[in-house]
């Protein structure tokens, strides 16, 4: 018996869209994203590839229509274009992305393309070096600007990077960051920081940007249009005259995009995170290694999980974050 191909929660939202974290692992350590001293999940504990792929197609076969596959770093995960290339040959799934820091870009972007990964997500906070080497810690801005010709190169339908701005940090270069991207016929959606995980560096309320100041920076420059576009996600998007990209902005402070959430996120040891701001979840691996040849069980417990989808997520700026979980861990 197949099970029904839709997978809808009790709040009659309908879930077409998985993230899949496949590793906590990363090159750099964003400082709004990881600790100082970031512990990290044994490998022993990860999914295998195999069996990420076998969560894909089963989630397809539930009604699933878009994957991302996210991290910590993707793209430093052995062998993970297998993944991407089996995903991108399942004939239910319009969509396969990724989030990226961009650094192994070089290395991997006409394999993506080749894959049939059309759409690229590429996150880029700075473009002065020594600041995106405060951000990153680690980083090197050369190296993400090398990724991002790649993927230019490589001739992904769309890009689009991402930039969390920090007040004091990187607010004073939102402008810099759109024109950089609106004059490479690139998208770029500022993003708020979100309290995900305990961080040391800097205090979240104090750094707290909002999308609207965001906003009115970015028209000092540029001629913004409101646009009722979406790509199913949480940016609210504005076209910009006289570019083919747009700006967005993702709020989830300022404006909240629950009611219309249509996401779940699989975490790398394969937990299933029925929302990114609260904890609700159920584990497949158990359940995937106990029926190895049987993917009945497996379905049955993806939909049962969407019972316990929760409304929204509940994030405040103030005290202690309420998720201990950073996001490297949940896959952004
Ligand atoms: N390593 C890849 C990258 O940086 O694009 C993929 C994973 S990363 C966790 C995904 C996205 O989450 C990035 O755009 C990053 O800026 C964003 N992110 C990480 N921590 C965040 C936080 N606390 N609040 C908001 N966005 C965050
Ligand atoms: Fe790594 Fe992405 Fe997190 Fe930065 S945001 S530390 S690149 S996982």
């Known amino acids: 018996m197949t099970q029904q191909r839709d997978l809808t929660d009790r709040f009659g939202r309908h879930i077409k869209y998985l993230r899949i974290s496949v590793t906590d692992r990363c090159d750099l350590r964003c400082i709004y994203c990881m600790s100082e001293d970031m512990q990290f999940v044994p490998r022993a504990r990860l999914l295998t590839l195999e069996e990420i792929i076998r969560l894909g197609r089963n989630f397809v076969e539930l009604g699933v229509e878009k994957i991302r596959i996210t991290g910590g770093e993707p793209l430093v995960r052995r062998n993970i274009l297998s993944v991407f290339e089996a995903l991108g040959a399942l004939p239910g799934l319009k969509e396969l992305t990724l989030t990226t820091n961009a650094t192994q870009l070089p290395r991997f972007a006409n394999a993506l393309v080749d894959a049939g990964v059309q759409r690229v997500n590429i996150s880029l906070d700075s473009l002065r070096p020594e600041r995106f080497r405060r951000i990153t810690r680690i980083g090197e801005l050369d190296k993400v600007l090398a990724g991002i010709e790649a993927a230019r190169a490589a001739g992904f339908r769309r890009i689009k990077l991402n930039a969390v701005i920090l007040k004091h940090r990187n607010h004073d270069e939102v402008v810099d960051l759109a024109r950089f991207a609106l004059d490479n016929g690139m ?123 929760p409304r929204g997520h509940d994030f405040r700026l103030d005290g202690i974050p309420i998720i201990q979980r950073h996001m490297n861990v949940t896959g952004g």
């Open 187 to 309: 998208d770029i959606s500022f993003i708020e920081e979100m309290p995900l995980g305990a961080v040391q560096e800097h205090d979240r309320a104090e750094a707290y940007y909002s999308s609207d100041a965001i906003r009115s920076d970015l028209a000092q420059a540029f001629e913004l249009i409101e646009s009722t576009e979406h790509s199913g996600g949480p940016s609210h998007y504005f076209r910009v005259r006289g570019h083919r990209g747009r700006i967005g902005f993702i709020s989830p402070h300022s404006h909240n995009f629950c009611d219309s959430c249509n996401r779940v996120r699989l975490t790398a040891t394969g937990r299933l995170l029925l929302c990114l701001g609260q904890e609700h979840s159920k584990q497949l691996r158990p359940v995937l290694r106990a029926h190895p040849l049987d993917d009945q069980p497996l379905q049955q417990a993806i939909v049962q999980a969407m019972e316990i989808k």
